[in-house]
């Protein structure tokens, strides 16, 4: 399409497209909203966000009965997932220090946890002093650890790593979609809101490619994002969007485009413009708020994705008491924001459960640049409703390792796994986890 079809005036291009004359393609380049994604995708929601998404198509039988779906919610009830992935190699021998093992001190001879400064889980765990918000979480029954988890496989590149584990399907994988797309696919009904899934940040998660879910680093950028003749005036290409998709002759096409719609004039407004409290403002706090906005809010959210990068620490990872350390003000920033995400919830907690994970762990040793290296197993937490509280699944110790890294004793999918099962919509994981047989649960969830 040239630019000149688009080229008149503002008055005429209203004057045409209210009375029919402008065809749909001129109209939609205008209000700069991608024309071939609309024509091209039949789920298509994310297409009318400003924010970025993926989509796929769903399957014939889940065209929407009402071409208009309600955007929120009075009292929503479904549970919600909320993965937050922890990006760079995430220590969990110093999130959760195995205070009673010699081997590890011998090993980490200035990087570990010390005994008397861990926060106490048991007699053989303990919390590094960072992690206050997380422990007094523990402490009121609402977070499981899981050690010795991750990937089966071995793969030492942070990009391939974190890709197949968001994949989740093994070590080579051909599918373009993610284990949370899959989910959202498997069990989509005929009236799905299109905010049923959120990925907080600039992108989609690879675990959420493949799906209609919508991917903002703020609620203000989900609106309709208007341009050229149409720049002044949304509400008239949100109207003009409105009658458009309304004549359209595909049900699945106009209820999908009308629900986008409704949504962000639901979402816009006050949700778009709310002031974050302490710990929810900036960082990965942020990216929670938005979560949060929304699940107060009566938005009905089941799954949501965030991520916490730059866990990478070769160097300079600091000792655990030393609260100007790398490592240290990371996990704070961790700890804050976890804390003050299901203090903002309230009532609403009892709902969410959220799962960390990442690519891999690092290794036992520290090493001469007071760091630790890209490893193998890590910890996993989860943590909110219906969790199970303490330390779960298989531990290997520290001597019995694989090329000196914490063995993966617990597939990271067990614990994903279980906590969809147990929580979320009835579904076959097969369809979710593919070349994955669940081997029984960690216990993690209650």
């Known amino acids: 399409m040239s630019h000149e079809d688009v080229t008149v005036s503002n008055e005429e291009s209203k004057a045409a497209v209210l009375s029919g004359t402008v065809g749909r393609r001129k109209f939609i380049a205008g209000a700069g909203v991608a024309a071939g994604s609309l024509a091209a995708t039949a789920y298509l929601s994310p297409a009318l966000l400003g924010g970025t998404a993926g989509a796929a198509p769903l399957p014939p039988t889940k065209v929407p009965n009402s071409p208009v779906l309600a955007a929120r919610v009075t009292k929503p009830k479904n549970n919600i997932l909320v993965v937050l992935y922890l990006r760079g190699g995430f220590d969990g021998l110093s999130a959760l220090a195995p205070i009673s093992n010699s081997e590890y001190y011998a090993q980490r001879p200035t990087v570990a946890v010390p005994a008397a400064s861990a926060l106490p889980i048991n007699t053989d765990w303990g919390l590094h002093p960072a992690l206050q918000q997380i422990n007094s979480l523990y402490t009121a029954g609402k977070v499981a650890f899981v050690p010795a988890s991750g990937a089966p496989f071995i793969d030492r590149s942070h990009f391939n790593t974190q890709a197949l584990t968001e994949i989740a399907v093994g070590a080579t994988s051909t599918f373009s979609s993610g284990f949370l797309a899959r989910y959202l696919s498997a069990t989509a009904s005929s009236n799905e809101s299109p905010l049923r899934a959120f990925g907080a940040g600039a992108v989609v998660p690879d675990s959420l490619a493949g799906s209609f879910a919508p991917s903002a680093q703020s609620l203000s950028s989900l609106t309709l994002t208007t341009g050229g003749n149409f720049a002044e005036d949304s509400a008239s290409v949100t109207g003009t969007l409105n009658r458009i998709y309304r004549s359209t002759s595909n049900p699945l096409l106009k209820a999908q485009a009308l629900s986008a719609i409704q949504a962000l004039n639901t979402v816009g407004g006050a949700l778009a413009t709310a002031v974050a409290p302490k710990n929810l403002s900036t960082g990965l706090g942020a990216s929670l708020f938005q979560i949060a906005k929304l699940i107060t809010s009566g938005f009905p959210v089941e799954i949501a994705a965030a991520d916490l990068a730059n866990f990478d620490f070769h160097a300079d990872m600091g000792s655990a008491t030393n609260t100007k350390g790398g490592q240290y003000a990371l996990f704070a920033q961790l700890d804050a924001a976890i804390g003050a995400f299901f203090e903002y919830l309230g009532a609403d907690a009892s709902r969410v459960t959220l799962v960390t994970m990442t690519e891999f762990g690092r290794r036992i040793a520290e090493n001469s640049s007071g760091g630790t290296d890209h490893g193998h197993g890590s910890t996993m937490m989860v943590v ?53 047989t669940m081997p029984g649960y960690t216990g993690v969830v209650a």
């Open 384 to 436: 909110g409703g219906g969790v199970s509280p303490g330390v779960k699944g298989d531990w290997p110790g520290l001597t019995n390792t694989i090329n000196g890294d914490v063995i993966v004793a617990n597939d990271y999918r067990t614990v994903l796994g279980e906590v969809i099962a147990k929580r979320l919509r009835p579904v076959d994981l097969g369809t979710v986890f593919p070349n994955f």
